[in-house]
Structure formats: C-alpha cells, structure tokens
C-alpha cells in the first residue's frame, strides 16, 4: 500500500509540473523528432500536403515540457532581392503560407492520449497565448497527432507525422 502511494504521488507531481515523460508511456517524448510526413484535410474532405511531399520538420521537447516545433516546405522560393525586407508580395506568401513554428509548453495526458500544446510564440500570431489539445498516438517510434479544425481558421485538420532521432 505504501508503495502504491508513492507512485501515485510520484505519478501526480510529474502531472502537475509539466513534465514531458509524465503519464503512463515509459519512453515519454522528451527527445528530438524530425517530420516523417504532414497533410491535411480541407473542410469538404480534401486531402492536400500544404508543406509538400516531403516537409522538413524539427520538434524538439526537454524534460521540463518546453517545446519548440519548425515545419517548413522545402520548395519555397529564395528572394529574388536576396534581402528578407524586399521580397515581393508573392514571396512573402510563400515564406508564410510555406512554414509553420511555435514554442511554448507540452503537457501529456496518457489516459485520454492527448498533447495540450500551451502556444506561447508562433509564426501565424493568432496561435499565440492558445491552448490547442491535440489527440495523439505513440507507435513504432512514430508521433502521430492531428491539429484541430478549429485552429486553422477555415475548418481544415491538419496531421502531423514525427519520427524520434536517435540520441546516440
């Protein structure tokens, strides 16, 4: 019973600080993850690749809960000017609709396999100081998760594929 008792206290003072390993998954996401792949789902049903085939991404997540999470395509068009303040209107399309970054804080719920992202800076400013709860899954080292429909603006869900790299 004692034994009990402590794990559970253990278990609740890792819920409560944040902690990136805290829950019942014994690998916890602490760690560095690049994009496997990303997609997502328009509103009539629609399945598009914003970031293209294959995105670069870069998620990177320490023990304490902070995050801080790059996506970009990796076609988009250098500046023609070769200087960021005078790109053309086209170009800084592009750079914004192109990339996606934010940092905050990771919560984790394993019992109800949700990631609550606590967004504190963001590339699209409307994210900043939101909470987003993402339904996740954690299988064969993949990190699966989908962005809801209600943070996009237009009614599209977008997933996010993340393989952890090896620490090695």
Do not use: C
């Not at 209107?89 to 804080?105: K, P």
């Not at 954690?138 to 699966?144: A, F, I, K, P």
Request: charged residues 25%; hydrophobic residues 40%; aromatic residues 8%.
């Amino acid at each position: 019973m004692v034994k009990q008792l402590i794990a559970a206290a253990g278990m609740l003072a890792a819920a409560g600080n944040g902690d990136a390993h805290s829950g019942d998954e014994a690998p916890g996401l602490a760690g560095t993850w690049v994009m496997d792949s990303a997609y997502e789902v328009l509103a009539d049903g629609q399945r598009t690749t914003n970031y293209g085939a294959h995105p670069l991404g870069l998620l990177i997540i320490d023990k304490a809960g902070r995050y801080s999470l790059q996506i970009f395509r990796r076609d988009r068009p250098a500046f023609a000017a070769g200087d960021k303040a005078r790109g053309t209107a086209e170009e800084f399309r592009a750079a914004a609709l192109g990339s996606s970054t934010h940092f905050g804080r990771l919560r984790i719920d394993a019992a109800t396999k949700q990631l609550t992202f606590d967004i504190e800076g963001a590339s699209f400013p409307n994210w900043e100081g939101r909470r987003q709860v993402r339904d996740y899954v954690l299988q064969d080292g993949l990190l699966r998760y989908a962005v809801p429909a209600s943070a996009s603006g237009n009614g599209t869900t977008a997933y996010s594929i993340w393989r952890r790299l090896d620490e090695g």
